[in-house]
């Protein structure tokens, strides 16, 4: 359930961080909605991604970026 409770938040008022042994747990889409870093790449092929997520979001303090 904590897994579950994670995965839908999203720092809104309406599904805030869920917190875990002293971390603040959001969506991972949230974080990183277009994980291109992980894709795996071979010479020669294309890659094509699209965002349609473009939804300002508040983040908390300790979810900020630096």
């Known amino acids: 359930m904590d897994a579950i409770r994670a995965s839908v938040s999203v720092p809104t008022s309406i599904k805030p961080p869920f917190t875990y042994n002293d971390s603040e747990l959001v969506d991972g889409g949230i974080m990183n909605p277009l ?22 979001i508040q983040y908390p303090e300790s979810l900020k970026r630096p």
């Open 35 to 56: 994980p291109l870093d992980v894709v795996k790449r071979n010479d020669g092929d294309i890659l094509v991604a699209v965002d349609l997520a473009d939804i300002p």
